[in-house]
């Protein structure tokens, strides 16, 4: 079945330390987005790519930073400059959305916890 | 993209159809109505969207009205895995970025 993979599920990180969070998609979709929620909140967007080798900033962007040399995979780097780091992230995809109605798919989310 | 106000939290008997609201009243002409849902500790899921007429499919149903400044999702035989919090999003169609705005959603209680 096609689908969104992100691993791992849950990941702990110690202050000062840079972790990846890991999104795999075989849905062939062109876009690909990272959002983060915090308890009881909504989502917010952080990175998006709209075409490999290609990706801009969300609303809260600081302190990530993103890679998309493949279509299907896009991982986020949640560096040490970023000082809230706890959070659920959540990997979406779609086709191409430009000037389209389009739905997003997402992934399952990695729940990051500072030790 | 036009702001969404829905009510924090609703119940609903399991077997009975649950309408959830969404007022959006600053909509504009090019702007469509989405629904996801999210049920806890998983990512959201898409279930409908529309632009101006009414639309169905095997989830739920979008009832949007004539002015386009409110809708309601209906979910007609409710049951206790459609227990989630349910966002109601509005976007521009012809956004050239995919950002999609989740407010807090309505948190659905289905009880047996």
């Known amino acids: 079945d096609g689908g969104i993979t992100q691993s791992p599920k849950y990941l702990f990180r110690k202050e000062g330390q840079n972790v990846t969070l890991s999104c795999e998609q075989n849905?062939?979709?062109?876009?690909m987005y990272w959002y983060r929620q915090d308890p009881g909140q909504g989502l917010r967007l952080i990175y998006y790519?709209?075409?490999?080798?290609?990706?801009q900033k969300g609303d809260i962007a600081e302190g990530y930073s993103v890679s998309r040399e493949k279509k299907e995979s896009f991982p986020l780097t949640v560096t040490s400059a970023q000082k809230n780091p706890t959070a659920f992230y959540l990997c979406?995809?779609?086709?191409?959305?430009?000037?389209?109605?389009?739905?997003?798919?997402f992934g399952d989310g990695t729940r990051l916890s500072i030790l | 993209d036009a702001k969404t106000t829905q009510p924090t939290s609703m119940d609903c008997a399991e077997g009975r159809a649950a309408n959830l609201p969404c007022n959006h009243s600053?909509?504009?002409?090019?702007?469509?109505v989405y629904w996801y849902r999210q049920i806890h500790s998983q990512g959201p899921q898409y279930i409908i969207h529309?632009?101006?007429n009414n639309e169905t499919n095997e989830m739920a149903s979008l009832i949007i009205t004539e002015d386009r400044k409110s809708s309601t999702l209906i979910l007609p035989h409710a049951t206790l895995r459609d227990t989630a919090v349910y966002y109601c999003?509005?976007?521009?169609?012809?956004?050239?970025?995919?950002?999609?705005?989740f407010g807090q959603g309505t948190t659905l209680q289905v009880k047996p």
């Open positions: 979406a995809s779609s086709i191409d959305h430009r000037g389209r109605v389009v739905a997003q798919h």
């Open positions: 849905l062939n979709h062109d876009a």
């Open positions: 790519s709209q075409i490999v080798n290609d990706f």
């Open positions: 600053t909509i504009s002409g090019n702007e469509y």
């Open positions: 529309g632009l101006k």
């Open positions: 999003i509005v976007r521009d169609g012809s956004s050239n970025t995919g950002k999609l705005i």
